[in-house]
C-alpha cells in the first residue's frame, strides 16, 4: 500500500503561481512513477504530468505544457508540481497518484493508488 496526500491548493490570481506537493508513505516512494491528474466540475478527469520512478522522464499534457514543471524529491518521499501562469482554465480538483513501470502516461487506470484532492482556483 502506498498513502498520498496532496497539498498546496488555493485561490490565485489568473497569471500567478502555485506549487503542489505529494508526500507519499507506506512502500518503497522510489520504486514507482508518479502523476498528477485534475477534474474540473462538470468534467472527466485528465492528465497533468507525470515523472518517472527516477525522474529521469517527464511527460506532459499539451495544455500544461511550458508552465508546469513536475518533480520527485525520493529521499523525502515527495512529489512536486510548479504552475506558473496559471489560467482560470487550470481551476480543478488536483489528483496525485502513483504506479509501477512506465509508458502510457496518460491513462488513469495504469495508476494505482491515488491521494484525495487538493482545490486550486484560479480568478480571472
Known amino acids: 500500500q502506498v498513502q498520498l496526500g496532496e497539498s498546496g491548493g488555493g485561490l490565485v490570481q489568473a497569471g500567478g503561481s502555485l506549487r503542489l506537493s505529494c508526500a507519499a508513505s507506506g512502500r518503497t516512494f522510489s520504486n514507482y512513477a508518479m502523476g498528477w491528474f485534475r477534474q474540473a466540475p462538470g468534467k472527466e478527469r485528465e492528465f497533468v504530468a507525470a515523472?518517472?520512478?527516477?525522474?529521469?522522464?517527464?511527460y506532459y499534457a499539451d495544455s500544461v505544457k511550458g508552465r508546469f514543471t513536475i518533480s520527485r524529491d525520493n529521499a523525502k518521499n515527495t512529489m512536486y508540481l510548479q504552475m506558473n501562469s496559471l489560467k482560470p482554465e487550470d481551476t480543478a480538483v488536483y489528483y496525485c497518484a502513483s504506479r509501477p513501470g512506465t509508458g502510457a502516461w496518460m491513462a488513469a487506470n495504469q495508476y494505482v493508488y491515488w491521494g484525495q484532492g487538493t482545490q486550486v482556483t484560479v480568478s480571472s
Open positions: 515523472i518517472s520512478w527516477s525522474g529521469g522522464i517527464t
